[in-house]
């Protein structure tokens, strides 16, 4: 690149905006940042810098509000090849293999255009884990709506579900699992978070660090359009206002092009061509070529008017903050220029040299001749602010923290003082109730529109992969509701016979400016980290989404934990259905009297009140260790997680979730003295139910773990299910908890879905 | 002796690896890939036309691929008697290539469907795919598709009944071709469909995807056994 | 009433991707249709519509696309035609 030898200085581009205070503050910018950024230019910034600046220094890239309290979260074990920092974490799974996982949000995207905000946000996640050198093999989704009785709600939810599986279909990786819970706080601010793993040989691994003084620095994929420019909408000169209604501002996701991307970067990154390539994500060029020049320590030159564009007539501002999807920045070796772009053609895709990676320490921004942004070294990067918000949480009023004294307040109230409703005298009439709760109720109306199966015979490999998520406990009692959303993760990924190996997490949070919301991230993360340190899972990579707010306040605190686990054994791998008439069911784990958040005073009486379920992380530790011994040990046939509406609904579900296949079961235990409530519907963590046709091998390997166990009952042929806890008994035919269970979703979306409110 | 599988792949296939996993791992033969700007099919035997989303479906299922080079190859080979079979998307790529009557349209529910679904054994035309069944057998195997809707007029319909060309039928579990167990629609419950010669399969279904009971069914696993049997023998 | 027959052309918004229209353009290039410079692929939607007049029954499909036919972010609509009455 020769422009770059005798670079001109900065100057304006004819058509600019002035830089006012207005224009400042419209790119989000406070005028602390701007004092910073004008004390690093030594002069005022040009329209596009301030671009620039308000893409890298958002919350989005920067994390300048979460970072200080993501450092507290543990980050290393021997297994983990690549931590936090980069695209995606990487494990190692034994005989070279490794794997490469991360979960992201998509919360805003996906408010305004549900089908294409959640198919990009697949399509984002999916790029994190390929550039790596992984090839994706499993999606996981994990998804919050508001009350599904809304006309738009359900617009919502049709939109994403069929914007991830088209999405995800097309590009050929199958979407294996996942996770949806509906309440009233998501209401016009829905949760969308996508989590990808990969597989590949440790070998493989590539990193997205700029090096080489003299490198090509290509744009690879699709072209760059105007999808997605934040707040380009003001104050270009360009834009005529009839033009601006016109201007798209959602990202369009193209998984044909996603499929051709995925192959050829793979085939790139084998071919020994490159040395580094990084998804074109948020904010972009500018973010991409920035934080790859950063990791590397080096300086990059670009020049916009190399980059191939969808339309004429765009300016570097637009080429630089185009969010437009399907794209990658690759740096690859000096002189296989032309290897790379053959790779590329050969897959229908375009690759343009379009800057090098130079000794100068410095960000400079090329169009032609004229150059339109220039930084110091890496202190884009670097220099962006960190703050410290106040954390508050407090029973007395406070103007700042208006939400904490009410919390605390739900918290202390006695969940047994609610007055039980009449028709709770029968308690199958609450179970019923329960298992039709669109939070509990089978979600295949949503995962038959996925492709479960594609590729198959890969997913059958090493990986092994749940996502779970805690519901109201983070919100009455953020750091315990963390704790359980780790612990239930482990769970529910030892219950497939999977040794749990690390986590990925998406920290969905209000606005962090408001002291009670910091409250809530600042105790979630810290109850996150005590458990990642109690199961020796560390935090590999996640994301933050801030700002989930709706007129009526933030949404519930929502800490998403995907978690990546390994089965030795892939012929021991365990379903959550009863198989086999006669089998012992064995609890695991102790019942407590524990109602307080529960998914039973939310559905049945829609309170949100009381103290969440304690969680013991040694213990859990401990049954996790059981779990995949015994399950490794090939005796158990099936094994299911206590959660959301506690026993009684998890033992229904183990007799009806296959409809196909279901079993009775006659479970007893006379001397549980519990309130009967919290018998039945108490969330008591660390509870996982079994089935084994050898139950004293199981009760032999949970005693040496020293997990309380007992057999409880058996699998029966007839279609009945009984559950005798204390004295009280619930009886009922399979047949009305299955309809309870498998049709209350497809009933629901039978009904009108618009995008009015 | 050995057969030789020609897996063809598309921009935008997905299930070729499904096929390769099928031919190779499984049943231990040979597969080569065949890549669609090509124009040769590398002494494959049997052509295979994988499922996924070619050209990412764009304007109908299967319409732009049917214009590769390889396809070509692929239609003087199935004209030549030699057998070409396509799953899925391969299924949408030989009606629109006219080497099978009808064509396939969106689910009756507009939606995608991922599922396991029972086909009932029902066509006698095409023994070098269906030999190693049963007449009438039931098997379980996988679906997933959002354009699988079988449609063809009256007389085409007739024809192809008549003459035992309707290789496989969406049945429920007893067998019985019900409207509760068509998963999208398709006219007369039908999941697959041969040429007059018998040498070309097209199914919307994924046999491919059932060939080892750790993936839930092994019920594809005879139509694989037919071909070895009758062109490989 | 009268009733009327209302055409109605609904297309992705011009200067988002269409990645139908990008595939459909691609193969018509390759297939030797070199003279094609764009491709856009939406929906035509015909409604029979009763109104007192066309302007009601036009006013009534512009309603109708706001609400439900068209996607107001993704999507521009155009009335092609309202005949018959």
Known sequence: ????????????????????????????????????????????????????????????????????????????????????????????????????????????????????????????????????????????????????????????LAGVVK????????????????????DASYEGNPLVNAMCVGLMRE?????????????PILAVGARTGRDGIHGASFASEDLSEENEAKRPR?????????????????????????????????????????????????????DVTKVPVREPGMTPYEILLSESQERMLVVAKQGHEAA??????????????????????????????????????????????????????????????????????LRARDPHAVAPRAEEADPAWTLAQLLSSPTVASKRWITRQYDSQVRTSTVAGPGAADAAIVRLYVYLDPRTGARIAVAEAARNVAC??????????????????????????????????????????????????????????????????????????????????FTTPGDAIILLGETKD???????????????????????????????????????SGVVRSAHDCSEGGLAVALAECCVADRDAMCGAEVRIDDLALPMRSAFFGESQGRVLLSTAEPDRVLAVAARHGVPARRVGTVRADPVLVLSLGGTTLESPLAPLAAAFHDAIPMLMTRAATAAA | MSLTFGVVTFPGSNCDVDAWHAVIDVLGERAVSLWHADHDLQGADVVILPGGFSYGDALRAGAIARFSPIMREVIAHAERGAPVVGFCNGFQVLCEAHLLPGALMRNASSKFVCDWVHLRVDGTNAPIFLDAYAPGQLLRIPIAHGEGRFVADEATLDQLEGEGRVAFRYVDAAGHATDDANPNGAARNIAGITNAAGNVLGMMPHPERAVEPLLGSADGLPLFQSLLARVGA | MPRFSVSIHIVPRKGLLDPQGKAVADALHALGFATVADARIG???????????????????????????????????????VAGG
Request: charged share 20%.
């Open chain 1, 1 to 156: 690149m020769t422009a770059a030898a005798v670079p001109s200085p900065v100057a304006p581009r004819p058509g600019d905006p002035e830089i006012t205070p207005a224009l400042v503050a419209e790119h989000g910018i406070t005028p602390f940042e701007y004092e910073k950024l004008v004390a690093m230019l030594g002069r005022t910034p040009t329209f596009t810098e301030l671009g620039i600046v308000s893409a890298l220094w958002s919350e989005h890239c920067s994390y300048k509000h979460s970072r200080p309290v993501l450092k507290t979260l543990p980050t290393q074990a021997p297994h983990v090849l690549q931590g936090p920092g980069e695209n995606a974490g990487v494990i190692s799974v034994g005989d070279g293999l490794a794997v490469a996982f991360k979960i992201e949000s998509h919360n805003h995207p996906s408010a305004v255009e549900p089908y294409q905000g959640a198919a990009t946000g697949v399509g984002g996640i999916l790029r994190d884990v390929f550039t790596m050198g992984a090839r994706p093999i499993a999606m996981l989704n994990s998804l919050r709506f508001g009350n599904p009785e809304s006309a738009r709600v359900r617009w919502l």
């Open chain 1, 163 to 182: 914007g991830i599986g088209d999405y995800g279909n097309c590009v050929g990786v199958p979407t294996v699992a996942g996770d949806v819970m509906f």
């Open chain 1, 203 to 215: 070998e493989e691994l590539i990193t997205a660090k700029a090096q080489g003084i003299g490198n």
């Open chain 1, 250 to 302: 959602v990202q369009v996701g193209d998984p044909f092009t996603e499929k051709l991307l995925l192959e050829a970067s793979l085939e790139l990154i084998r071919s020994g061509h490159i040395v580094a390539i990084q998804d074109m994500g948020a904010a972009g060029l500018t973010s991409s070529s920035a934080e790859m020049a950063e990791r590397g320590d080096v300086g990059v030159v670009i």
């Open chain 1, 340 to 409: 790379v772009q053959a790779i590329l053609h050969r897959w229908h895709l375009e690759a343009e040299v379009i800057g090098e990676v130079i000794a100068e320490p410095v960000y400079r921004v090329m169009e032609g001749d004229r150059v339109v942004a220039e930084f110091p070294g890496t202190r884009l990067v670097t220099d962006c602010p960190q703050y410290h918000p106040e954390a508050r949480e407090s029973a007395q009023y406070h103007p700042e923290a208006r939400e904490s004294a009410a919390i605390v307040a």
């Open chain 1, 496 to 577: 497939t016979g999977a040794r749990p190996l690390a986590i990925t997490n998406n920290l969905n949070f209000g606005n962090p400016k408001k002291p009670d919301v910091f409250f809530q991230f600042r105790e979630a993360v810290h109850g996150m980290g005590d458990a990642c340190r109690a199961l020796g899972t560390p935090v590999t990579g996640g994301n933050v989404s801030l700002y989930n707010e709706n007129p009526q306040g933030a949404v519930f605190p929502t800490p998403t934990v995907g978690m990546v686990g390994l089965i030795d054994d892939v012929a021991h791998a365990t379903r959550m259905t």
């Open chain 1, 594 to 632: 524990e109602l307080g958040g529960s998914e039973y005073l939310s559905r049945v009486h829609g309170l949100t009140i009381g103290a969440p379920p304690s969680v013991d992380l040694e213990g859990e530790r401990r049954l996790v260790e059981t779990l995949v011994e015994a399950i490794g």
């Open chain 3, 43 to 81: 929906r035509h939607i015909v409604l029979e519509v009763d109104g007192e007049s066309a302007e009601a029954a036009r006013a009534q499909a512009t309603a109708m696309c706001d609400k439900l036919l068209a996607n107001p972010v993704t999507e521009d609509y155009e009335i092609a035609a």
